[in-house]
């Protein structure tokens, strides 16, 4: 199949767009030239276009490189020869030198940026004998800034992709070992009681015709031996679906330290049931994704206790507040919660605060309602 033409690419959304606008200086001042000069300007802005929709497309690496070099190379152009202010056109290598993740060849186009505008701007003071210093000063320190910002922010993009494929990788290595222990367990408890009941039942029909009473008394006792496989069945099911709030503790310690997010944790023995810890486990699972993800915090706090009437994990950040993302996960963790009774409230005055609260219930006060 022919691969569908993208002007840009979609995953940037609006953003490469934006940066069209400061085409309109050099469009702008080119109606002023006349003749091949005029020509020749409008052909260096749609050269200029294409440079700038093959930066977003070409990798990293010569080809990269050559289409910035011509970039920068059309702006020294443009601002010697026809306009000054071309120089305005330097955001948008600005933009694509924030790109390098290695310092060597990111210091090397930001000093290339740098010659790219300074050097224009030399050339019109020597040659007019003043400098724009008020609305021409701010601009260039922004301009030469933002591949700073740039570069750190495509950092944390990568970290933050890093970061969700461990988490991949460390689901799918407990997924594998979960599988293994189940394997064993279901081995070492069934297997016995398995083969004592295939036995049993070879002496039953062995009995039947012959000891009658005895032959009962073995049917009753692997009746007795089948009701003990099905209860070791209910405790295998029962361990596989549940995961203990310790567990999942010492998985979002991980998670918060390749973040270098600060881990703080305060709590008390927890010996709720499986269902409760397994429940509590998932929303604290999802509280500190979002806090990784979202909340570029740097210290995160976490409280779990166990009370005499419920079960409470409070998670605490100091970072930026609650995501628009963070909707679908609160809607999630009260669908859980709505299953045992629990609630949850979210406070974001001056830090962000979670607070889950599961009541505690007997399974005898439970099954005596019932009755």
């Given at each position: 199949?022919?691969?569908?033409?993208?002007?840009?690419?979609?995953?940037?959304?609006?953003?490469?767009?934006?940066?069209?606008a400061?085409?309109?200086?050099?469009?702008?001042?080119?109606?002023?030239?006349?003749?091949?000069?005029?020509?020749?300007?409008?052909?260096?802005?749609?050269?200029?276009?294409?440079?700038?929709?093959?930066?977003?497309?070409?990798?990293?690496?010569?080809?990269?490189?050559?289409?910035?070099?011509i970039?920068?190379?059309?702006?020294?152009?443009?601002?010697?020869a026809?306009?000054?202010?071309?120089?305005?056109?330097?955001?948008?290598?600005?933009?694509?030198?924030?790109w390098?993740?290695?310092?060597t060849?990111?210091?090397?186009?930001?000093?290339?940026?740098?010659?790219?505008?300074?050097?224009?701007?030399?050339?019109?003071?020597?040659?007019?004998?003043?400098?724009?210093?008020?609305?021409?000063?701010?601009?260039?320190?922004?301009?030469?800034?933002?591949?700073?910002?740039?570069?750190?922010?495509?950092?944390?993009?990568?970290?933050?992709?890093?970061?969700?494929?461990a988490?991949?990788?460390?689901?799918?290595?407990?997924?594998?070992?979960?599988?293994?222990?189940?394997?064993?367990?279901?081995?070492?408890?069934?297997?016995?009681?398995?083969?004592?009941?295939?036995?049993?039942?070879?002496?039953?029909?062995?009995?039947?015709?012959?000891?009658?009473?005895?032959?009962?008394?073995?049917?009753?006792?692997?009746?007795?031996?089948?009701?003990?496989?099905?209860?070791?069945?209910?405790?295998?099911?029962?361990?596989?679906?549940?995961?203990?709030?310790?567990?999942?503790?010492?998985?979002?310690?991980?998670?918060?330290?390749?973040?270098?997010?600060?881990?703080?944790?305060?709590?008390?023995?927890?010996?709720?049931?499986?269902?409760?810890?397994?429940?509590?486990?998932?929303?604290?699972?999802?509280?500190?994704?979002?806090?990784v993800?979202?909340?570029?915090?740097?210290?995160?706090?976490?409280?779990?206790?166990?009370?005499?009437?419920?079960?409470?994990?409070?998670?605490?950040?100091?970072?930026?507040?609650?995501?628009?993302?963070?909707?679908?996960?609160?809607?999630?963790?009260?669908?859980?919660?709505?299953?045992?009774?629990?609630?949850?409230?979210?406070?974001?005055?001056?830090?962000?605060?979670?607070?889950?609260?599961?009541?505690?219930?007997?399974?005898?006060?439970?099954?005596?309602?019932?009755?």
């Amino acid at each position: 199949m022919r691969r569908r033409f993208e002007l840009f690419p979609k995953r940037y959304g609006f953003f490469p767009y934006i940066f069209l606008a400061y085409l309109l200086l050099p469009i702008l001042s080119l109606t002023t030239q006349h003749g091949w000069k005029q020509v020749i300007g409008y052909t260096l802005v749609a050269l200029f276009l294409v440079t700038y929709r093959q930066l977003y497309f070409a990798p990293k690496g010569r080809a990269f490189a050559s289409w910035l070099g011509i970039q920068m190379g059309i702006i020294f152009i443009l601002s010697v020869a026809y306009d000054p202010n071309s120089i305005f056109l330097g955001f948008f290598p600005a933009n694509f030198v924030g790109w390098y993740d290695e310092k060597t060849n990111f210091k090397r186009g930001l000093f290339f940026l740098v010659l790219t505008v300074t050097v224009p701007l030399l050339y019109y003071v020597l040659k007019h004998h003043s400098f724009p210093f008020f609305y021409t000063l701010p601009f260039l320190l922004v301009m030469f800034f933002f591949p700073l910002g740039i570069r750190s922010m495509n950092r944390r993009m990568a970290l933050e992709q890093e970061l969700d494929q461990a988490k991949e990788q460390i689901e799918a290595l407990i997924k594998k070992e979960e599988r293994v222990r189940i394997a064993r367990d279901l081995h070492d408890t069934l297997g016995h009681t398995l083969s004592l009941i295939t036995l049993k039942s070879q002496l039953v029909s062995r009995l039947i015709s012959v000891d009658a009473d005895k032959a009962k008394l073995e049917v009753k006792e692997i009746e007795e031996t089948s009701r003990t496989a099905l209860n070791q069945v209910r405790e295998l099911v029962t361990t596989m679906r549940a995961v203990k709030v310790e567990e999942e503790l010492a998985e979002v310690e991980r998670m918060l330290s390749a973040a270098n997010i600060s881990y703080h944790y305060e709590g008390t023995e927890i010996t709720a049931s499986p269902l409760l810890q397994n429940i509590m486990s998932m929303c604290l699972k999802e509280a500190v994704t979002n806090v990784v993800k979202h909340s570029r915090a740097t210290n995160c706090w976490i409280t779990v206790v166990q009370m005499p009437s419920v079960l409470q994990m409070k998670v605490k950040d100091d970072g930026e507040g609650v995501s628009s993302s963070f909707g679908n996960g609160l809607k999630g963790m009260n669908e859980r919660l709505s299953f045992v009774g629990g609630e949850m409230m979210l406070s974001a005055e001056k830090e962000t605060v979670l607070t889950v609260t599961i009541p505690l219930v007997e399974r005898s006060q439970q099954e005596g309602e019932r009755r």
